[in-house]
């Protein structure tokens, strides 16, 4: 019999359907072994020795593959073909070496692309020894993550109350979004103006044309600059003879973009299908690991943590097999494409993302997906596909007319385009504006010489436009193409910066949280060279250079950790005032915006002699008067001063509280306030007056009198209950926004706006839950809610919740943290099972539901002996408990439970006293 390990149930449960009974397949669950969260994990005086830890879920897998190991006569590691997948089966071959488990059976690493009968017996028998290179760049990195992470967020915690962490990736995507948000605040807007006319030719043929010269001069966009001179030129333009100087049209070729590695695949998912880049490789392992096609199970696609582009040469005979029958040989060219990586490292060469088997049309598998699973396969067969197919041919057309008057002569153009042949947009056109509107019109047709009539004139004002903020599309392909991080590791990056609340989207785009602001303005301040995009990305091609056995991994950690430490060691004598001095400069334009009255932004207003500076609190940043105790004034870091007033409640370092005006109904005062647990809005004074806590995604900076209101008539009606008839409510409660109806409560994404959820939306919710889509809500200290799995085969229900330290499964009374590799979004019912039975096993709880008991534990002594109490006797006569002591209560409890033969155990002897 031979063993092979991989990382999770759903795979295993696929594979083992390929091999037969000479193969037994088990999961790890991901990496068994991490490093302690504690100082010391890794040690830089040991020459970076790193202590891996066993716990829990971890010690239970292993003990599994030890005992499956019994009667094994070979052991085959079959984990991820990337870097973690090689970590993974080091660390399951560590562990059993150190359980001195293995007794001589041969070790063979193995890796498949694609979870398919082929590719599995395929890579069998082309087996390999796991790989060092690969394993120490997966060390270097996960010591380098550690090492900033546990040095450099304590200095964070003693000289910027309120941050969180940093990281040596994640401190360096923050800085793009707040770079990007300094951008926006620095911008002033600048007007132009634009002058086109609408002209037809003799045949009564209309287009446009922009004025693009005069008298010799090229006039570019911003160019006109003034109401006055637009007018001069559309009165010339008024008047003059237009005809065709020159004509002439180019023949274009549009060609296919390459299929999806893992950074374009989060892109376009976010751009089309709006999933999240973590949502997006949550629904792609789950097509990759392998989902139930008509009774059979089968991995849907390849790999999809990949750097590759290029696909297999039978992949690519199978495309050009349906390219032909789904659309005709005039869309097959002539010669299969080939695809390269254009990054400087190819991490570990894998193909890029495509389906298993291209002639599975998306409409052939979708009734047995979930809606998600259908519309992410879709999207990865149509660009597979489309990166085969002939390329598009397009003809661009570009005229230049001439306009006479006065003596003058004034130039104008018009630009067009014509598709001849649509190639692979027929199928595909990737989720972007590609070309500029007026380039995609169609012009009529013209020859040098014709005359031209005037129908129209237009001189419109514009101006111009800050930068856009980031999506996590658009912040994911920056980050690559500054070679920062890698792949697999965007959509945790992304997800840690909302995490830790230093980020929020609005309205699909990243915004940076005050806290953020301060973090990135400190680390740029003190540790400038650790958020630097060429130091980053230098680093990240050092461990590409291990990953290669180019370089030892231990060389990059020294190299990195003396410059560390002689940084983190100036910041032990760093005083507040200089902290703050720091941020003053850096975060000027954010925390003292410009004044409309052209006053000192950073003048206090109430005692008109202070300055305004950033002050540091027990909750964190705020802007306060340097005149206190004098001037009492506090705000908020992005509130400026003239949005009302505002007075310190507690002194120096006490939160602000800004008037926002009154309501118009009850004439109460309405005010912003900073609390315990994060910003609030009130309605007037007194023992308990309305208040409502701001959502998570809301600035304190964002809030006005209007949205206050909003938020204090809370919870209010938003729909009807479509069988019912009874109110469906939307409230911001304990565990945040949900939306009610009766008994029944719902989550609301935190993509959506409670202030603006629509009665639809609400009852797309209700009716979600009420079918199976979660568990319920609760008040008060009982379960926080979840989605419900479905019933356990032991009897009760099984629902994976969000919990202060991770997600979990709650079966009854037993608790199961999900493993790291397993996402609260992703868990099937057959994952929990595995984990609630191996906890119950652990921790001799048994689950199921109200009613069930814990399993019979050895009963426990009380600590202190009590005064002799009597008991009565099976025959009902007194004795005193000093001869026969009393039971302990579960003990009893156990006994009472499981009959006689259950019979507590006898006490130890009580304590002295």
Same mark, same amino acid.
């Given at each position: 019999?031979?063993?092979?390990?991989?990382?999770?149930?759903?795979?295993?449960?696929?594979?083992?359907?390929?091999?037969?009974?000479?193969?037994?397949? +088990?999961?790890?669950?991901?990496?068994?072994?991490?490093?302690?969260?504690? /100082?010391?994990?890794?040690?830089?005086?040991?020459? %970076?020795?790193?202590?891996?830890?066993?716990?829990?879920?971890?010690?239970?897998?292993?003990?599994?593959?030890?005992?499956?190991?019994?009667?094994?006569?070979?052991?085959?590691?079959?984990?991820?073909?990337?870097?973690?997948?090689?970590?993974?089966?080091?660390?399951?071959?560590?562990?059993?070496?150190?359980?001195?488990?293995?007794?001589?059976?041969?070790?063979?690493?193995?890796?498949?692309?694609?979870?398919?009968?082929?590719?599995?017996?395929?890579?069998?028998?082309?087996?390999?020894?796991?790989?060092?290179?690969?394993? /120490?760049?997966?060390?270097?990195?996960?010591?380098?993550?550690?090492?900033?992470?546990?040095?450099?967020?304590?200095?964070?915690?003693?000289?910027?109350?309120?941050?969180?962490?940093?990281?040596?990736?994640?401190?360096?995507?923050? =800085?793009?979004?707040?770079?990007?948000?300094?951008?926006?605040?620095?911008?002033?807007?600048?007007?132009?103006?634009?002058?086109?006319?609408?002209?037809?030719?003799? =045949?009564?043929?209309?287009?446009?044309?922009?004025?693009?010269?005069?008298?010799?001069?090229?006039?570019?966009?911003?160019?006109?600059?003034?109401?006055?001179?637009?007018?001069?030129?559309?009165?010339?333009?008024?008047?003059?003879?237009?005809?065709?100087?020159?004509?002439?049209?180019?023949?274009?070729?549009?060609?296919?973009?390459?299929?999806?590695?893992?950074?374009?695949?989060?892109?376009?998912?976010?751009?089309?299908?709006?999933?999240?880049?973590?949502?997006?490789?949550?629904?792609?392992?789950?097509?990759?690991?392998? +989902?139930?096609?008509?009774?059979?199970?089968?991995?849907?696609?390849?790999?999809?943590?990949?750097?590759?582009?290029?696909?297999?040469?039978?992949?690519?005979?199978?495309?050009?097999?349906?390219?032909?029958?789904?659309?005709?040989?005039?869309?097959?060219?002539?010669?299969?494409?080939?695809?390269?990586?254009?990054?400087?490292?190819?991490?570990?060469?894998?193909?890029?993302?495509?389906?298993? /088997?291209?002639?599975?049309?998306?409409?052939?598998?979708?009734?047995?997906?979930?809606?998600?699973?259908?519309?992410?396969?879709?999207?990865?067969?149509?660009?597979?596909?489309?990166?085969?197919?002939?390329?598009?041919?397009?003809?661009?057309?570009?005229?230049?007319?001439?306009?006479?008057?006065?003596?003058?002569?004034?130039?104008?153009?018009?630009?067009?385009?014509?598709?001849?042949? /649509?190639?692979?947009?027929?199928?595909?056109?990737?989720?972007?504006?590609?070309?500029?509107?007026?380039?995609?019109?169609?012009?009529?047709?013209?020859?040098?010489?014709?005359?031209?009539?005037?129908?129209?004139?237009?001189?419109?004002?514009?101006?111009?436009?800050?930068?856009?903020?980031?999506?996590?599309?658009?912040?994911?392909?920056?980050?690559?193409?500054?070679?920062?991080?890698?792949?697999?590791?965007?959509?945790?990056?992304?997800?840690?910066?909302?995490?830790?609340? !230093?980020?929020?989207?609005?309205?699909?785009?990243?915004?940076?949280?005050?806290?953020?602001?301060?973090?990135?303005?400190?680390?740029?301040?003190?540790?400038?060279? !650790?958020?630097?995009?060429?130091?980053?990305?230098?680093?990240?091609?050092?461990?590409?250079?291990?990953?290669?056995?180019?370089?030892?991994?231990?060389?990059?950690?020294?190299? %990195?950790?003396?410059?560390?430490?002689?940084?983190?060691?100036?910041?032990?004598?760093?005083?507040?005032?200089?902290?703050?001095?720091?941020?003053?400069?850096?975060?000027?334009?954010?925390?003292?915006?410009?004044?409309?009255?052209?006053?000192?932004?950073?003048?206090?207003?109430?005692?008109?002699?202070?300055?305004?500076?950033?002050?540091?609190?027990?909750?964190?940043?705020?802007?306060?008067?340097?005149?206190?105790?004098?001037?009492? !004034?506090?705000?908020?870091?992005?509130?400026?001063?003239?949005?009302?007033?505002?007075?310190?409640?507690?002194?120096?370092?006490?939160?602000?509280?800004?008037?926002?005006?009154?309501?118009?109904?009850?004439?109460?005062?309405?005010?912003?306030?900073?609390?315990?647990?994060?910003? !609030?809005?009130?309605?007037?004074?007194?023992?308990?007056?309305?208040?409502?806590?701001?959502?998570?995604?809301?600035?304190?900076?964002?809030?006005?009198?209007?949205?206050?209101?909003?938020?204090?008539?809370?919870?209010?009606?938003?729909?009807?209950?479509?069988?019912?008839?009874?109110?469906?409510?939307?409230?911001?409660?304990?565990?945040?926004?949900?939306?009610?109806?009766?008994?029944?409560?719902?989550?609301?994404?935190?993509?959506?706006?409670?202030?603006?959820?629509?009665?639809?939306?609400?009852?797309?919710?209700?009716?979600?839950?009420?079918?199976?889509?979660?568990?319920?809500?609760?008040?008060?200290?009982?379960?926080?809610?979840?989605?419900?799995?479905?019933?356990?085969?032991?009897?009760?229900?099984?629902?994976?919740?969000?919990?202060?330290?991770?997600?979990?499964?709650?079966?009854?009374?037993?608790?199961?943290?999900?493993?790291?590799?397993?996402?609260?979004?992703?868990?099937?019912?057959?994952?929990?099972?595995?984990?609630?039975?191996?906890?119950?096993?652990?921790?001799?709880?048994?689950?199921?539901?109200?009613?069930?008991?814990?399993?019979?534990?050895?009963?426990?002594?009380?600590?202190?002996?009590?005064?002799?109490?009597?008991?009565?006797?099976?025959?009902?006569?007194?004795?005193?408990?000093?001869?026969?002591?009393?039971?302990?209560?579960?003990?009893?409890?156990?006994?009472?439970?499981?009959?006689?033969?259950?019979?507590?155990?006898?006490?130890?002897?009580?304590?002295?006293?």
């Amino acid at each position: 019999m031979k063993l092979l390990v991989v990382e999770s149930p759903a795979k295993a449960k696929t594979i083992n359907k390929y091999l037969g009974s000479d193969y037994e397949v +088990v999961a790890s669950f991901g990496h068994i072994r991490d490093l302690p969260a504690k /100082d010391g994990s890794v040690d830089p005086e040991d020459d %970076f020795r790193m202590l891996w830890e066993i716990e829990g879920r971890g010690a239970k897998q292993v003990s599994e593959i030890v005992k499956a190991l019994k009667g094994a006569d070979k052991l085959i590691l079959a984990t991820d073909p990337d870097r973690e997948g090689e970590a993974i089966s080091w660390h399951v071959l560590e562990a059993l070496n150190q359980k001195r488990a293995l007794k001589g059976i041969p070790v063979e690493r193995v890796t498949f692309n694609a979870v398919t009968k082929d590719a599995v017996q395929k890579a069998l028998a082309n087996p390999r020894q796991v790989d060092q290179a690969l394993v /120490d760049a997966y060390l270097a990195r996960r010591a380098l993550d550690y090492l900033v992470g546990f040095t450099l967020s304590p200095v964070l915690w003693r000289k910027l109350p309120g941050a969180r962490s940093a990281g040596r990736v994640q401190s360096v995507a923050l =800085r793009i979004v707040c770079d990007r948000e300094r951008e926006i605040e620095a911008f002033r807007a600048r007007e132009y103006w634009s002058l086109v006319a609408t002209l037809a030719t003799a =045949r009564g043929g209309e287009f446009e044309a922009r004025l693009v010269g005069a008298d010799g001069k090229k006039i570019s966009r911003l160019d006109i600059g003034t109401g006055e001179e637009a007018k001069a030129f559309k009165a010339a333009l008024e008047t003059a003879a237009f005809a065709v100087s020159n004509v002439e049209a180019k023949p274009v070729k549009r060609h296919p973009h390459p299929p999806f590695q893992t950074s374009t695949l989060q892109q376009e998912a976010s751009r089309k299908l709006g999933m999240a880049p973590a949502r997006a490789m949550q629904v792609a392992q789950r097509l990759y690991e392998g +989902v139930d096609i008509g009774g059979e199970t089968v991995g849907l696609i390849t790999y999809m943590r990949t750097d590759g582009v290029d696909m297999d040469s039978s992949a690519i005979a199978a495309a050009r097999s349906v390219i032909s029958k789904e659309f005709g040989a005039r869309y097959v060219p002539n010669a299969p494409r080939k695809y390269t990586v254009k990054a400087k490292n190819a991490q570990e060469a894998h193909e890029a993302i495509r389906p298993t /088997d291209l002639a599975r049309l998306p409409a052939m598998v979708a009734r047995h997906l979930e809606p998600e699973q259908a519309k992410l396969y879709e999207l990865i067969w149509t660009r597979t596909i489309a990166s085969q197919m002939e390329s598009a041919e397009m003809e661009r057309t570009s005229v230049d007319i001439s306009a006479t008057v006065s003596g003058r002569q004034l130039e104008l153009r018009a630009s067009g385009q014509v598709v001849l042949f /649509d190639g692979f947009l027929k199928l595909y056109q990737e989720g972007r504006d590609d070309e500029e509107d007026e380039d995609s019109r169609k012009l009529p047709p013209m020859k040098a010489g014709d005359p031209l009539e005037k129908r129209a004139i237009a001189a419109d004002q514009h101006f111009t436009e800050p930068p856009p903020r980031y999506s996590e599309a658009s912040l994911v392909k920056r980050m690559e193409e500054l070679g920062i991080g890698r792949p697999s590791t965007y959509a945790a990056t992304l997800s840690t910066l909302r995490d830790r609340e !230093y980020v929020r989207i609005e309205k699909k785009r990243l915004v940076p949280e005050d806290k953020g602001m301060l973090v990135t303005a400190f680390l740029e301040s003190f540790f400038k060279r !650790y958020v630097e995009f060429d130091f980053t990305a230098n680093l990240e091609e050092k461990l590409d250079r291990v990953s290669n056995a180019e370089i030892d991994f231990k060389v990059v950690l020294r190299e %990195f950790w003396d410059e560390f430490t002689r940084a983190i060691g100036e910041t032990k004598d760093l005083r507040v005032t200089e902290v703050l001095e720091a941020l003053n400069g850096v975060l000027g334009a954010h925390v003292f915006p410009t004044r409309e009255d052209g006053g000192d932004p950073r003048s206090c207003q109430v005692c008109g002699t202070g300055t305004l500076s950033l002050k540091l609190g027990k909750f964190g940043a705020f802007v306060g008067c340097s005149n206190y105790p004098e001037c009492r !004034y506090t705000r908020p870091l992005t509130v400026s001063a003239a949005d009302g007033e505002a007075t310190a409640e507690g002194g120096q370092g006490a939160p602000g509280v800004r008037i926002l005006g009154k309501d118009p109904v009850t004439e109460q005062e309405v005010t912003l306030r900073d609390g315990r647990f994060g910003p !609030y809005v009130q309605l007037g004074e007194g023992e308990k007056p309305k208040r409502s806590s701001l959502p998570k995604g809301m600035s304190a900076g964002d809030v006005g009198l209007e949205k206050a209101l909003a938020l204090l008539s809370l919870p209010r009606e938003v729909a009807r209950h479509p069988e019912s008839g009874e109110p469906i409510l939307v409230g911001i409660g304990r565990y945040g926004p949900y939306v009610q109806h009766g008994k029944t409560y719902a989550n609301i994404d935190r993509d959506d706006d409670i202030l603006e959820l629509g009665g639809n939306r609400a009852i797309d919710l209700i009716v979600a839950k009420e079918s199976g889509g979660g568990g319920r809500r609760f008040g008060g200290g009982a379960a926080v809610p979840g989605r419900e799995l479905g019933e356990h085969p032991a009897g009760g229900a099984l629902v994976v919740r969000a919990g202060k330290y991770g997600p979990y499964v709650n079966w009854g009374k037993v608790n199961a943290t999900l493993p790291k590799a397993l996402a609260q979004d992703s868990i099937t019912l057959e994952q929990a099972v595995e984990l609630v039975n191996a906890k119950a096993e652990s921790s001799g709880v048994k689950g199921g539901g109200k009613g069930k008991a814990k399993a019979p534990a050895k009963a426990k002594a009380p600590a202190r002996a009590k005064a002799p109490a009597k008991a009565k006797a099976a025959d009902g006569s007194a004795a005193k408990a000093a001869a026969k002591p009393k039971a302990p209560a579960k003990a009893k409890a156990s006994a009472k439970t499981t009959g006689a033969s259950a019979a507590a155990p006898k006490p130890k002897a009580a304590a002295k006293g």
